[in-house]
């Protein structure tokens, strides 16, 4: 970036670093905070975020970083956050966690609109999650890779199963995290700065439906 920056007549670097979550792989957050700049502006609107997840936001991992305060655009969905399914067995209603195999009956629900992002904090969640969407039959991206079914040539649903790490940017209208081991949880829970920074990546993902999936 500085070899860029001393060749160019003005640059323009953008970032968030409550969101800084490559610092495993060598990149600096604080590298990009301390360089000397002549014009420094907040961007105060979120054109992407519901109703619903920005406030999860502000009291969930926002509240443990640096604070933004920032709207949302006035036209903003309400959006939904579910992490629990609701059956009636035998006559009384029974809730349960929101589990890989309610994931699978959503996805399946074509009723269901918009494109689907799915995350996990590990590799081995993210290769158990596409196995099961294989079985399944459910066609769709696996970290980029094609994973399709049934004879097809191409991908024909957009569905994309990867790392939070490699989510960072992306959005989508209906966005699924999987916690399903113990290294998910460690990863996502207990470390430190870095777990809250991971979260909120990848709880600020939605453009509508947010699933916590357990």
Do not use: C
Not at 59 to 85: H, V, Y
Not at 109 to 117: A, M, Q, T, V
């Amino acid at each position: 970036a500085k070899l860029v920056i001393a060749e160019s007549k003005e640059s323009i670097i953008a970032g968030d670093d409550n969101q800084a979550i490559m610092e495993q792989f060598g990149a600096s957050p604080q590298a990009f905070l301390d360089l000397d700049v002549n014009k420094q502006e907040e961007l105060t609107t979120s054109y992407r975020l519901p109703v619903s997840i920005k406030e999860a936001l502000d009291i969930g991992p926002g509240a443990k970083l640096n604070p933004r305060k920032f709207k949302l655009k006035s036209d903003a969905q309400e959006g939904s956050i579910i992490s629990k399914i609701i059956s009636i067995v035998d006559g009384k209603e029974k809730e349960d966690s929101f589990d890989l195999h309610a994931l699978v009956q959503h996805v399946l629900d074509l009723s269901i609109s918009g494109d689907w992002l799915i995350m996990a904090p590990t590799n081995r969640s993210v290769n158990h999650v596409s196995d099961i969407f294989k079985k399944y039959k459910i066609s769709h991206y696996r970290k980029n890779e094609p994973i399709t079914v049934n004879k097809e040539k191409m991908v024909s649903r957009d569905i994309r199963i990867q790392t939070i790490h490699t989510s960072k940017g992306a959005e989508a209208e209906n966005v699924a995290i999987v916690i399903m081991s113990k290294g998910d949880s460690n990863m996502y829970y207990n470390n430190g700065i870095h777990s809250s920074r991971l979260a909120y990546v990848a709880e600020s993902r939605p453009k509508n439906r947010l699933f916590w999936v357990a």
